[in-house]
């Protein structure tokens, strides 16, 4: 894999001189056009053998293109912000926008490398953080994002001549590089570990370019020029991919859905109602206040129909607490910055640190529902969204994230009647609009989006609770309960 | 200030309870009107004596009203990138934008009463505190903010009370204050130290309300009525406020300027140049290696005529520097997140941590230069901007922030070669447009602009450094040194 990057490639500094110039008024032809296009972000992810030139190409890029549209970013030591939440937050938060460059150094494949290389994890553990890896970066190019990935390469012989020399440089020793890479045994497992990371992570979607570091002039023409052709081709395929086939799901054969199996006769009278939420209310603000929660955080997804009832339910949840334990966030359409960046992201930068609460008055399941529904985005890209939601809400359970979803249903009748309530209250008619009149025409295909939606996102880690609202205190109590039991199963994992 | 608060004041469970209906629709209303208008934010800040009741109001507040609407925001300990930041940071990054409301627990009252509770400091550093809040404060409703802020009281004796009585509440006492203050000396200063910041920080446009935290209904009812009030009063305040009589400002009778005061014939040649800008490239990447850098960070705002040179002038400094070291913002028009946030918050959310060096290429001043001379923005507002951004860039000084402030001054005729010039190469063509030939013609405008500007915005602890730009040469190098000094100087005041 690395063969041809340890022969020595070079070239002289008349060909190196000769030909920078007309690169780089390329490259910054091509930056602007990315600008004006402002149609996809372009992630460039530097890793490789240190002392192989990484800092100094960076630094180069940055003087022959505008500066000013390049995010250089730096993954070393998490901050306290970062290490409460999913590992994949600090990533998120760094993404650039449509239009810009970000080049993000010690990336997630430095800290999968570094922790096998020294021993943290064995191969199985690096096998997830590569297939991690894999899927992370195949959602962002369907996203529209072009990712290139550059491994600076050296072989051992090399590397430890130009740590010699850096050493014995007084400009530049103090960028020398940490010690133990002064140690043979320490390049040969990187080289190793590196080589089963690109093998597995080379797709076509973002391959990985290995460059000799070698020699500077080289190093930096081949950077530039792949670069170059990089976003040159990205500027050119201005139509949309993955709009071609997708493969139908299956429907029911038999008329029988999940939602036609709830009984929505469910309901509790007022006197048990009083009792039930009363003592579920205190059992979740108890949960909350738990030792055990500082290990945890508490996400909770409310989807339904509309007039569901799902505003009322969440008002039980909060009433619950205190205001200071938890977050209410409604999504409605994205804003200017969150069309920047791919769909996840504006919840991603809403994600609950350990010990905090977040509610979601609608949320990520927006594109498997209304964008479906609505046709906001192609086939492809709802398709696409059940895995990209799955691996998400995995992120997050593997962070100790617990993660409760709730699909609030009623019948027809149920909501032609609250709608026709709303629209006599006076604090109430906000509630309604012309577009829910217009969504209760769509009634099946909306009855099939959540079908398909609870089918293919119900997961042992995130399971989907569907809830006879019909009778509004059955729904609030079935809620409240639902998420003191989903704490209480997780809480009993701790050891005692 | 607070006798009417000791005396007892209640009321009776029926007349609340048939209050209560009327008062959560109407707040209710006046909720979703908010939403709707979007013209302005709602900061609510809590106060006061511990155990008056402050999170039973906020909680109930929750119930009464939309919780999906408010956000509740507590600052107790600061993380680690707060804490690398202006003190300010943290508040800045929480506001609500315009149509939301943030309730504010723990914010800047309460960590001024806190430290000098507690003899952190004495009552000099008080006052200082005091000014600042205020300074913020009325920034914050010129932008048009409606702030409401409630002190919550008891008299010694009812806080003795009620303390124990929660305590002796199983379902409570887990809330239970801190235990300093069930000694008598902390309720006495605090009120003392208390008293003085409420008078002084009761403004026409923001007041204080003092609220008997003794009895739920009175308390309830009074906050609930007094939010409902200034909510219904601020939504029917349509007109623009502040738009009234703009004082002068004075013009030169001597026809003398500042910008016409310099020597625009100032030049390097090419061997001075080369020299000089290598020697001031290494002392700058020295500096920000240097230790004490760690105590600072850097900023350094980039202004000029159009095509003056700054983005060349930028990357010399860029050059000079490991990419990771800096981030380069590009100020271009506000998002429609920005525009929901006070002026300033866009350039907060970018200040850098210690440590760190961020170049604005454009940046706050756009409020006195272009949104001035093209009205954007009223006469009132940007003449309250000289004083703002002296506000905020003390804040910044005060941090450990180095600001440095360039404006790249070119004569009419260079500009005009340049407008040229940009206009024959391919590449350079992005950097012209119509807009640039337009502003050409308010050459003169600008120039006055300018000279209030920097008359009115050049301090000590940021000054303005006008850079003699026909000669880009010229322009690079003072640039450089500029920026070299300023660090130099904000070290040399360390002690050895």
Same mark, same amino acid.
């Given at each position: ?201 080379? =797709?076509?979607? %973002?391959?990985?370019? #290995?460059? $000799? /570091?070698? &020699? ?5 023409? +081949?950077?530039? !020029? ?67 929660? =500082?290990?945890? %955080?508490?996400?909770? #997804?409310? $989807? /339904?129909? &509309? ?5 009322? +339910?969440?008002? !039980? ?76 809400? $995995? ?102």
């Amino acid at each position: 894999m690395f063969e041809s990057a340890q022969i020595g490639h070079s070239i002289d500094k008349d060909t190196y001189e000769a030909e920078v110039p007309a690169l780089r008024e390329a490259l910054l032809e091509a930056q602007y056009e990315l600008k004006q296009q402002a149609r996809f972000p372009v992630i460039v992810l530097i890793n490789g053998i240190e002392g192989a030139g990484k800092g100094e190409t960076v630094k180069l890029l940055n003087e022959w293109m505008d500066p000013r549209l390049i995010e250089v970013r730096t993954f070393d030591q998490q901050t306290d912000e970062e290490l409460a939440r999913p590992p994949a937050w600090r990533y998120w938060r760094a993404l650039p926008p449509k239009g810009r460059m970000g080049v993000f150094f010690g990336n997630w494949y430095s800290q999968m490398l570094e922790g096998r290389v020294h021993g943290q994890f064995k191969d199985a553990v690096l096998d997830q953080a590569i297939a991690g890896a894999e899927r992370l970066e195949q959602m962002l190019c369907e996203e529209g994002a072009l990712i290139i990935k550059f491994w600076f390469h050296l072989s051992k012989k090399q590397m430890k001549a130009r740590l010699k020399a850096l050493r014995d440089d007084p400009l530049h020793n103090w960028r020398i590089s940490p010690l133990d890479w002064q140690q043979s045994q320490t390049y040969d497992r990187f080289v190793r570990f590196g080589e089963r990371v690109l093998r597995r992570t080379s =797709r076509d979607y %973002a391959p990985w370019h #290995v460059v $000799e /570091g070698v &020699d500077p002039y080289y190093r930096s023409l +081949a950077v530039g !020029r792949i670069l170059l052709e990089s976003l040159q081709a990205a500027l050119a395929n201005t139509p949309p991919r993955h709009q071609g086939n997708v493969a139908p799901l299956g429907r029911s054969i038999d008329q029988k859905s999940l939602l036609g199996a709830l009984d929505m006769t469910l309901s509790l009278d007022k006197k048990d109602y009083a009792e039930q939420l009363v003592t579920e209310q205190a059992r979740l603000a108890g949960l909350l206040r738990d030792k055990r929660m =500082r290990r945890h %955080a508490l996400v909770a #997804v409310f $989807e /339904g129909n &509309d007039a569901a009832g799902k505003g009322g +339910a969440i008002r !039980r949840v909060a009433a619950a607490l205190d205001p200071r334990q938890y977050r209410i966030v409604p999504i409605a359409a994205p804003t200017e910055e969150e069309r920047a960046q791919p769909y996840l992201w504006r919840f991603w930068r809403h994600i609950p640190a350990r010990g905090k609460f977040t509610i979601f008055d609608r949320s990520w399941y927006g594109r498997v529902l209304v964008e479906r529904v609505e046709g906001f985005c192609s086939p492809a890209d709802w398709m696409r969204a059940y895995g990209e939601i799955n691996d998400f809400e $995995e992120q997050l359970s593997n962070a100790g994230v617990v993660v409760v979803k709730f699909w609030l249903a009623i019948d027809q009748q149920t909501q032609l009647e609250r709608f026709e309530e709303r629209e006599q209250i006076p604090f109430k008619r906000y509630k309604i609009t012309e577009e829910d009149w217009r969504n209760r025409d769509k009634w099946d295909v909306y009855a099939e989006a959540v079908g398909d939606m609870v089918d293919r996102t119900s997961t042992e880690i995130a399971p989907w609770t569907l809830v006879e609202a019909n009778d509004k205190r059955w729904a609030r109590v079935k809620v409240l309960r639902t998420i003191n039991q989903a704490l209480e199963a997780a809480f009993a994992k701790h050891k005692k």
